[in-house]
């Protein structure tokens, strides 16, 4: 042990007296859900005030990631998620530096699955699963290690609390059920994330135990079909609110565009008096025979025109004739539709 240590001090102290500053140790790649964080240990120097700078190579040249920095690690998590990407890091000592120091890694193939989140419900003799994916950095807050990855399901095992035995089942999807599971027992689940093409697994989440619970605890049927009953009741109500709603709609939509023709206010009143109905009902001329109307004319005069000329008396009779003739020929017309022509006075 003492010829180690002084070899190795023996060691650092040529360096330091050739000038030379020795490379980073165990360098390596610390990579988990994608947060890509390179590491390293300092060398032995006895001089200290070390600094590094890490670099990756983007196309033909490297580019610098981390410089002059005191830590012994650099985060890479911006780079591409595929492919390989070379990185390297070095000493450095006022104006020297050690050789580079390189590695190459694809974060995709070599980082480490977490453990994916569980939650476990308890319903009558079944767990209800639901499995929340490892959330990835430097993404949107949506984006999982599913996105990542063609293939992606879930190992998850079981156990009764107080036994050794587990049971294992695959999961595709993101929700699961046990079933048929013995009453008033606590089980315990944990699940990983599992990539079928590339053989990798992920690791255990923390075990959660739930208890199962009586049958009776579930809502009976009768309650679920009265509920369901109520729900179609409801919803044909609705329609049948809505249905009516549109027609009155339509209604006093077409009322205010289109109102149509109506009769005038006159003949609403006479057709409104029952005799004048039935008689226009029963006054209506058969089909196919040709109505016959008589011309009437109505002549009025001043009874004061008495005192006028002989020659104007002519006149005068024929309108008091006429005055005479008009009750009688609206009657005659409208229980006949035809009467006879109407005398005039011969004047010489």
Known sequence: MARTLGISLGGCLLLTALGMVPPPENVRMHSVNLKNVLQWEPPAFPEGNLTYTAQFQSYNSFQDKCKYTTLTECDFSSLSKYGDHTLRVRTEFADEHSDWVNITFCPVDDTIIGPPGIQVEALADSLHMRFLAPKVVDEPETWTMKNFYTLWVYNVQYWKNGTDEKFQITAPYDFEVLRNLELWATYCVQ??????????????????????????????????????????????????????????????????????????????????????????????????????????????????????????????????????????????????????????????
Not at 207 to 218: F, H, K, L, R, S
Not at 309 to 334: F, H, M, N, R, W
């Open 191 to 348: 699940v990983q994330g599992f990539l079928p093409d590339l053989n990798k697994t992920g690791e255990w989440s923390q075990p959660v135990c739930e208890q199962t619970t009586e049958d009776a605890e579930t809502t009976p049927s009768w309650i679920i079909a009265i509920i369901l009953i109520a729900s179609v009741f409801m919803v044909f109500l609705l329609l049948l609110g809505c249905l009516a709603l549109v027609w009155y709609i339509y209604k006093k939509t077409k009322y205010t565009f289109a109102p149509g023709n109506s009769l005038p206010q006159h003949l609403k009143e006479f057709l409104s008096r029952p005799h004048h109905s039935a008689l226009l009902f029963f006054s209506l001329p058969p089909s196919g025979e040709d109505e016959v109307f008589d011309k009437l004319s109505v002549i009025t005069a001043d009874l004061e025109s008495s005192k006028q000329s002989p020659g104007d008396i002519c006149s005068l009779g024929a309108s008091s004739q006429q005055e005479s003739l008009q009750p009688v020929s609206e009657e005659g017309t409208q229980a006949t539709g035809h009467s006879d022509p109407p005398t005039s006075p011969v004047c010489l």
